[in-house]
């Protein structure tokens, strides 16, 4: 059974910076695509950042570009989402997913197979 557990959320002021982290069980790290996505109350879950298998290859949704950094460490089995300066706006439920096969970064949440139960990140202005 394959597991996603979410863990770094909380509150923090506008400015700040917050580690997200998805540890993962089995063998889904080594050969898959790992994302983060996000889900504020109301809206529908959006695309974050995701990392092919083996971390050589990355992307980001404009909106978090240049202040989130997404990267895996294959030893820990962890994915990991460095936010900085955080915003507002950046105020969702964070979830990491699983897609298979591993050198295709993937954008659509459809495609992903596993999820994490997601972590909340809080951003006071």
């Known amino acids: 059974q394959v597991q996603l557990v979410e863990s770094g959320g909380g509150l923090v002021q506008a400015g700040g910076s917050l580690i997200l982290s998805c540890a993962t069980s089995?063998?889904?790290?080594?050969?898959?695509?790992m994302g983060w996505f996000r889900q504020a109350p109301g809206k529908e879950r959006e695309f974050v950042a995701v990392?092919?298998?083996?971390?050589?290859?990355?992307d980001y949704a404009d909106s978090v570009k240049g202040r989130f950094t997404i990267s895996r460490d294959h030893a820990k089995n962890t994915l990991y989402l460095q936010m900085n300066s955080l915003r507002p706006e950046d105020t969702a439920v964070y979830y990491c997913?699983?897609?298979?096969?591993?050198?295709?970064?993937?954008?659509?949440?459809?495609?992903?197979?596993?999820w994490g139960q997601g972590t909340q990140v809080t951003v006071s202005s």
């Open positions: 997913g699983a897609s298979f096969p591993g050198n295709v970064l993937e954008y659509n949440y459809d495609k992903y197979n596993y």
């Open positions: 089995g063998r889904t790290f080594h050969d898959h695509s």
């Open positions: 990392i092919n298998w083996n971390g050589g290859n990355t």
